[in-house]
């Protein structure tokens, strides 16, 4: 999760909803920055499902045994990027939601900018799509 960064990094509008909801649906909420690596790696690697933005702390996956995963959910501004690339190279099964968008009202400039639900993408209606999408 991003929900626990500074203000002066990308966030999520609506994230924290999102995080409310999976989590009354029995998923766990992650803050990679809150722990050291060994438990970074621990978590990943114990992890069946994971549900994540685009995060830099994904890319730790390239270090870990991955076997034990059975799906990521990306969501993202975008329908192709390095995390997809990476899954694909990895042979990691993943769903990417291209429902992000970048915040028009943000000042904050480049991978700094925070990111919205495009407008055809409800909270609620993502929360559907990962909770469906990991029953499979």
Request: no cysteine; glycine share 4%; aromatic share 12%.
């Given at each position: 999760s991003r929900s626990k960064l500074s203000a002066d990094k990308r966030l999520i509008c609506g994230e924290a909803l999102l995080e409310r909801l999976l989590q009354a649906e029995g998923w766990s909420v992650f803050h990679p920055q809150e722990h050291d690596l060994q438990t970074q790696v621990e978590?990943?690697?114990?992890?069946?499902?994971?549900?994540?933005?685009?995060?830099?702390?994904?890319?730790?996956?390239?270090?870990?045994?991955?076997?034990?995963i059975r799906k990521i959910v990306l969501l993202s501004p975008t329908a192709t990027n390095s995390f997809?690339?990476?899954?694909?190279?990895?042979?990691?099964?993943?769903d990417n939601i291209n429902c992000l968008e970048n915040l028009r009202t943000c000042?904050?400039?480049?991978?700094?900018?925070?990111?919205?639900?495009?407008?055809?993408?409800?909270?609620?209606?993502?929360?559907?799509?990962?909770?469906e999408g990991c029953l499979e």
């Open positions: 978590v990943y690697e114990s992890a069946r499902y994971i549900s994540s933005t685009n995060s830099s702390s994904l890319h730790l996956l390239y270090g870990v045994r991955t076997d034990g997809t690339i990476q899954f694909d190279s990895q042979s990691i099964p993943y000042s904050k400039d480049g991978a700094s900018r925070d990111l919205v639900f495009k407008s055809d993408f409800t909270v609620e209606a993502v929360f559907r799509h990962i909770v």
